[in-house]
T-cell receptor
Framework: AQSVTQLDSQVPVFEEAPVELRCNYS??????LFWYVQYPNQGLQLLLK??????LVKGINGFEAEFNKSQTSFHLRKPSVHISDTAEYFC????????????FGQGTELSVKP | KAGVTQTPRYLIKTRGQQVTLSCSPI?????VSWYQQTPGQGLQFLFE???????NKGNFPGRFSGRQFSNSRSEMNVSTLELGDSALYLC????????????FGDGTRLSIL
């Protein structure tokens, strides 16, 4: 069975500090990987995606993620966070042969403090 | 370009009733997926439609159903509502059923009394 584990449910951090949100997945077949962000009372916004090619992926709002196949990880990073980055972040996996079905992690609540 | 539009944004129903939620995908997108989001279970896949055909289905009871129209708009229906159906229902669209990313609407918040 395929699963996605986000290792931290909550991450508090001070403004301008770096942050890493961790995501591990399990799958026996090729996968595509995504990070989404959800602000209160809104839907999910795509931050970045890994489909193939370079394992370092850059997304919107200064975020980046690195795909590590041997460790089955796809951690999200930002070198300097802002108050406006406070939100919930979801890692998601899509199997090569399962169309649009996304399997989500449980989410990580990022709280940026002044 | 308009994003994914879901209507209504908020809905209150009582147990035993049925409800229909609507989703208009981004123009040109032909695949529509539905997800349920709850605090306890997180985000769970309901089903996916492409070219008016259901291509994928999650592990939900038969009370949950959907359809897609020729203009790619989609509806989902939940019959005989239960308290546990209270959730945020999210619709996502993508160009097709390949590896293209999905773009989400703001959801319909369904509350069951």
């Amino acid at each position: 069975a395929q699963s996605v584990t986000q290792l931290d449910s909550q991450v508090p951090v001070f403004e301008e500090a770096p942050v890493e949100l961790r995501c591990n997945y399990s799958s026996s077949v090729s996968v595509y990987l995504f990070w989404y962000v959800q602000y209160p009372n809104q839907g999910l916004q795509l931050l970045l995606k890994y489909l193939s090619g370079s394992t370092l992926v850059k997304g919107i709002n200064g975020f980046e993620a690195e795909f590590n196949k041997s460790q089955t990880s796809f951690h999200l990073r930002k070198p300097s966070v802002h108050i406006s980055d406070t939100a919930e972040y979801f890692c998601a996996v899509r199997r090569d042969n399962q169309g649009g079905k996304l399997i989500f992690g449980q989410g990580t609540e990022l709280s940026v403090k002044p | 370009k308009a994003g994914v539009t879901q209507t209504p944004r908020y809905l209150i129903k009582t147990r035993g009733q049925q409800v229909t939620l609507s989703c208009s995908p981004i123009s040109g997108h032909r695949s529509v997926s539905w997800y349920q989001q709850t605090p306890g279970q997180g985000l769970q896949f309901l089903f996916e439609y492409f070219s008016e055909t259901q291509r994928n289905k999650g592990n939900f009871p038969g009370r949950f159903s959907g359809r897609q129209f020729s203009n790619s708009r989609s509806e989902m229906n939940v019959s005989t509502l239960e308290l546990g159906d209270s959730a945020l229902y999210l619709c996502a669209s993508s160009l097709d059923i390949s590896n293209q990313p999905q773009h989400f609407g703001d959801g319909t918040r369904l509350s069951i009394l």
